[in-house]
């Protein structure tokens, strides 16, 4: 089995980032503090999730909890907890008390608390619960806020990866896509748990690294899908030389919105113009076709 198919893997993945990403919203809780990964599991995910498997308690509504919170990712301090019990395990920090200060707030008439932040202007709520241990660890998920010094992160549909994933989404699962027949239509699949954005935002933090400025994703191997392992940020010259669609001539541009015309001559690209269509594209590309156009067979 493909180990990022386990169910275990994305625990993996986050708690890697926790540790070792900067820019990741947790790290300062993480790696800022000395919470780290055993070499055993640090760049070993199949040894990961292996072990996990062998961690009784595992069920719907548990996750992954560290015994003793001041140690890191090691045999001997993992277990399966609830919300309410990892809350209880949090190590005590100073918050801010003041009108949505920490995140949370109880209604009284519905006896429930809730958490909401304070975004600009606007009372953002994300959830309602009967306990205020699960109040707070939702406000902890949705916002850093609480932490002095710190401010809420910036929501994941703000980021430049999460144009990236929308992007991806359509031309392989959009038919009315005017770059699906090059993708979703010859069987360019995105992989399935990335149909979630955060999945795919959080795949980008810990394997790829935030979007350099002037790079977009490209595919390792062009017949593959879009999978872990097979992506990687690419300058626009790098992700030329990757181009399936040179053997035909044109190829559609994410960043223009149009077809480009195209050809590779003596190891020179030559670029014939750009058009709205698939058809206009196509004929100038066999107008052009450098072994004639009685010879262009696409």
Sequence with gaps: ???????????????????????????????????????????????????????????????????????????????????????????????????????????????????????????????WFKTKEEAIARAIETCSGIYPGTKPEQHRTKREEYTVWRNIKQRCCNPKHPAFPNYGGRGIKIYEPWLDSKNFIDYCDVVLGPKPVGHSIDRIDNNLGYIPGNLKWSSHSEQQSNRRSYGKGYSWSNTGSYFVVQWNIGGTITRFGTYPTEAEAKERARATCPQGPDNYAH
């Excluded at 980032?17 to 993480?30: F, W």
Aim: proline fraction near 2%; glycine fraction near 8%.
């Design 1 to 127: 089995m493909n180990i990022a198919d386990h169910r275990h893997y994305y625990r993996w993945m986050n708690a890697k980032a926790r540790c070792y990403n900067p820019s990741h919203k947790d790290y300062k809780n993480y790696g800022a503090r000395g919470i780290t990964m055993s070499d055993e599991f640090r760049n070993n995910s199949r040894a990961f999730c292996e072990y996990l498997d062998t961690i009784p308690g595992f069920g719907p509504g548990m996750s992954m909890d560290r015994t003793d919170n001041d140690k890191g990712y090691e045999r001997g301090n993992f277990r399966w907890a609830t919300r309410s019990e990892q809350n209880l395990n949090q190590r005590e920090r100073k918050r801010r008390i003041k009108r949505w200060g920490r995140g949370i707030t109880f209604n009284k008439k519905a006896r429930k608390w809730a958490a909401v932040w304070r975004v600009g202007k606007k009372i953002c709520y994300y959830g």
